[in-house]
């Protein structure tokens, strides 16, 4: 007959216990301390910068009874992205940290002088690259250049260079198309060096550009159509 034997007891070394609980001490005051240098502290959301400025009155033009089209401007590579670029010195461009373009420089430049051409109504309709409508004058640019500029002594200017290309696509030869082409250029100062400075500068060379482009898109419109209609002489 097989006597019980009671069943026999483990007993850790309270040594053991010891290094345990301090092993668990060590790990919540590093999390904590994680915690309060920002270990988990989300990032900040950028800040977006757009274009403000009134749209220009031109009333003293008449409008031309033709319709127009603005393609999308292009950009060169350095410019071509969100980022808001700044020149600290010669040959070296930074970018705003944590603050960027709604979108890239072309488009708000395309944006808002697609804007002004339907609100002035110099022309019998305005088309946008994004409408199946086709027009004999065809609106092309480009933006060359749009940052801020730090110079000496204190000085900053916010630089917006813009092309302009105007084409009749009912002339064949496309030597004969090209109706005009110019460049843009302005640099207002900066109140201080700092992005929304920067958005208000650009946005007040678009103020002062735009009715220049305007008025010379409507000129040459108006020319090339009086030398159509005009009948050659034998």
């Known amino acids: 007959m097989k006597t019980a034997h009671p069943r026999e007891r483990r007993f850790v070394p309270r040594r053991s216990y010891c290094l345990?609980?301090?092993?668990?001490?060590?790990?919540?005051?590093?999390?904590?301390a994680w915690g309060c240098l920002g270990g988990n502290r989300t990032a900040p959301l950028p800040?977006?910068?757009?274009l403000e400025y009134a749209s220009p009155r031109l009333a003293n033009l008449p409008p031309l009874d033709?319709?127009?089209s603005l393609e999308r401007f292009s950009s060169t590579q350095g410019i071509n992205m969100t980022a808001m670029i700044y020149r600290s010195e010669p040959y070296r461009n930074d970018a705003y940290y944590g603050h960027y373009w709604r979108s890239r420089p072309r488009d708000l430049v395309t944006?808002?002088?697609?804007?002004?051409?339907?609100?002035?109504r110099l022309f019998k309709a305005v088309f946008s690259y994004q409408d199946r409508q086709e027009s004999r004058f065809v609106l092309q640019g480009a933006v060359t250049e749009c940052s801020a500029h730090y110079e000496a002594q204190g000085v900053q200017r916010a630089v917006l260079s813009l092309n302009l290309t105007l084409l009749d696509t009912q002339r064949k030869e496309i030597t004969e198309q090209v109706v005009f082409e110019k460049r843009y250029d302005l640099a207002p100062a900066m109140e201080e060096r700092s992005p929304r400075a920067l958005a208000r500068?650009?946005?007040?060379?678009?103020e002062t550009l735009t009715p220049q482009m305007m008025r010379d898109v409507h000129r040459a419109v108006r020319e090339r159509l009086a030398a159509h209609s005009t009948p050659s002489s034998l």
């Open 20 to 32: 345990i609980l301090a092993g668990l001490t060590a790990l919540l005051l590093i999390t904590a």
């Open 47 to 50: 800040f977006q910068y757009s």
């Open 66 to 68: 033709t319709t127009l």
């Open 111 to 120: 944006d808002f002088l697609l804007r002004d051409l339907k609100h002035v």
């Open 201 to 206: 500068g650009i946005s007040a060379a678009m």
